[in-house]
């Protein structure tokens, strides 16, 4: 017989990482390693994937936390290890207090009506041989709510996402990309949790439909009191849905702020290059503004660059830093603190620039 949960010990909040009241979901230092095999018919652990590396966020009520940077930062594992779906190497997730890293699966089902995810590919992530209507009531029947009102339930939560009830005996292959990532969120909905997980949600659709579905995301949030862990790598995207961005390289966290700020006076040089690849609308701003180049590839997980792992490609190391001043990226890890700029910042000589 499994021993009931012990009340947790309360997080303390992160220092400078805003929010109001108390957050609905914690994560500390949170580790996830990926073991690398050796081939052959034995097989052996010849090292590891370095795929997230002590990151630390609150999230709150009612507000949507963006997490972005390139693919392969660890944005995707992070959310799968918050949702249990991966277990983590080491850290802290708690959600309203509760520690979920020790859960076993049986006893993280029932929080799973207050935690869902919608997944990237609307294309891949519906099962085909179901119609709509089974697809959405599926969380209903897997937790046993599916009674004798359900299937106005499964109407009323087509409804919400803007598709037709009466199409709920349709497949998925019969609708659009926008329309079936609608049918995501409307199964994502189904058990009425509190945060959702939103993995790239617009990322497959074309730029004509991620205006209604990012539109839709955000009238939902407002009528049913969601909080959004939004992943994504477009920072055009989070400037208008995003109230604080966390921004990750290469498994760790290198700065968080609130959106308005981070896009106005970004902190970190890795920042910096992302939000001055944004296009501007204005053409004479676009022509004038000066973009900041990031060179070569993104180290391997496997062996990550020690001290800071952005130095490889780090404009400011390359070309304005002394050579004491490069020792210090090389030997030391920069903490994600703040460096008198009003947020954290993981880096030695951070400096606020303004670009938008």
Known sequence: MTAPAQAATPLPPLPGHGGTGEPVLQVRDLVKHFPVMSKGVVRRRVGEVHAVCGVSFDLYENETLGLVGESGSGKTTISRTVLGLERATAGQVRYQGRELTELSRRQMRPLRRELQIVFQDPYASLDPRMTVHEIVAEPLRIHGRYGS???????????????????????????????????????????????????????????????????????????????????????????????????????????????????????????????????????????????ITIQGDVPSPVRPPSGCRFRTRCPKFAGQLTDSERTSCVEEVPALVDRGGGNPVACHYAESVELL
């Open 149 to 291: 009102g359900a299937g106005a339930e499964v109407s009323e939560l087509l409804r919400l996402v803007g598709l037709n009830p009466e199409h709920g005996n349709r497949f998925a292959h019969e609708f659009s990309g926008g329309q079936r990532q609608r049918i995501g969120i409307a199964r994502a909905l189904a058990l009425r949790p509190k945060v959702v997980i939103l993995d790239e949600p617009v990322s497959a659709l074309d730029v004509s439909i991620q205006a209604g579905v990012l539109n839709l995301l955000m009238d939902l949030q407002s009528e049913l009191g969601l909080s959004f862990l939004f992943v994504a790598h477009d920072l055009s995207v989070m400037r208008h849905v995003a109230g604080r961005v966390a921004v990750m390289y290469l498994g760790r966290l290198v700065e968080i702020a609130p959106a308005r700020q981070l896009f106005a006076r970004p902190a970190h040089p890795y920042t910096q290059a992302l939000v001055s690849a944004i296009p501007l609308p204005d053409p004479r701003k676009e022509r004038a503004r000066k973009r």
